[in-house]
């Protein structure tokens, strides 16, 4: 398969160094040679120096013989125009990064139709909803859906009061319809056995029906923890614009402030009620002090200096908030972030990148969530007739052990497996997959 990725910048780096890494052939176009420094130097792609929106370039024999063309532009029209002309010549898929939220509420259905994009990539939203997720389960690192809601997935922090730390997973009684799948220690993906147990400070992920890890996540919701109020976000961007609405339609009361007159003016045009947006400095600390950080449920820095945000977040936590929330546009901080203090770290562009590996990955892939800055993938995909692993109890079938079979649907209804079950051609099934294996992994299920 070769995929052709029109855009050099932090989002079409992170695409291309997600697919190069499943031995997929990736050709990289970008008008500025300086932006494909980057890609030449880490990656093992094939670059062009040339304008991506060109029917010229759309002749380069790298270029039309493609099976997937992704344009990841910071302009939206390019965009567009560079995928009408790919199909044009012959390559059958195609994803548009389209930022403007106009577009995406009022005109979807007709660029779909009209233009024939067939995935439109809105990464601020996407990051959006990811963190509105979270900040609706106050115990929560991270929540993920499967199955159109059928199957959760919930992340957590295991502290030295939990009653869950220390206990080999065999002899630990979690409730019926919920997994322990992963574990996050010292850098590393774990997929548990038995014999492993929880240890305090590592990452825990759980999977299981949603109702049953609802209850169950209320385990870890610390005494003085409650469903937010009260949300302060630094930062009036696109991902804080979209946060805002979503927050202020669920009741909660948020409070931007921004830097920026003109969008800081932009923001307050967008908010109602009791939330208001404010112009002023997200560092000065008399200003966050005097606008209430003490009493804030959560701060959400979302400036584009991850530096910034992490300082900013830092001293919120100084100040008395009560969670933190930081948005960073180099992955490789996540972890630095995280063992500094910070609550939970989004990267808009790591998100955005998984919905591209599962549309480009398909035969029966349905999504994939990237866990842990890539070290860990949780795969939804649907199990294919005449698949390796169809007809035959999971305990014979000998999957690699850097997979595990977590959920699947059958006839719209979800199931926790075990080594007797056996699954069956059509039945959506979950998997956890360590780094690097699924392309492997996937040949069981195709």
Known sequence: MRVVIV??????????????????QVVVIDREESQLTAVKNNLDVLTITANGASPITMDDPDVSGADVFIAVTNIDEVNMVACILAKKHGIRHTIARIRDMQFLSEAKDYLKKNFDIDLMLNPEEIAAQEIYR?????????????ADGKVKLFEVKINKHSKYANIPLKDLKLPTGVLAGLIFRDHQMIIPHGNDSLQV??????????????????????????????VMIIGAGRIAKTLARMLIKANVNVKVIEKDRERCEDMAQLLSGDSIAIYGDGTNVDLLAQEGIASADVVVCLTEDDKLNLMMALLAKHLGAK?????????EYADLIEKVGVDIVISARLLAASEVLAFVRRGGVVSVSILEGARAEAVELIVQSGAKVAGKK????????????????????????????????????????LRGATKEVMKWFN
């Open 323 to 331: 969670k933190t929330v930081v948005r960073v546009y180099r992955t």
């Open 7 to 24: 855009g050099a910048g932090k989002l079409g780096y992170t695409i291309a160094e997600l697919l190069s890494s499943e031995q997929i």
């Open 201 to 230: 400070h590592d990452n825990a992920y759980f999977i299981g029906f949603p109702q049953a890890i609802e209850k169950f996540s209320s385990n870890f919701v610390q005494q003085d923890s409650r469903h937010i109020e009260r």
């Open 134 to 146: 979270i900040l609706m389960t106050p115990a929560a690192l991270d929540v993920d859906e499967f």
């Open 394 to 433: 999971l305990m014979e079938v000998n999957l690699p052990k850097s997979c595990l079979v977590c959920a699947y649907v059958r006839k719209n209804k979800a199931a926790i497996p075990n080594g007797n079950t056996i699954l069956e051609p059509g039945d959506r099934t979950i998997l956890f997959c």
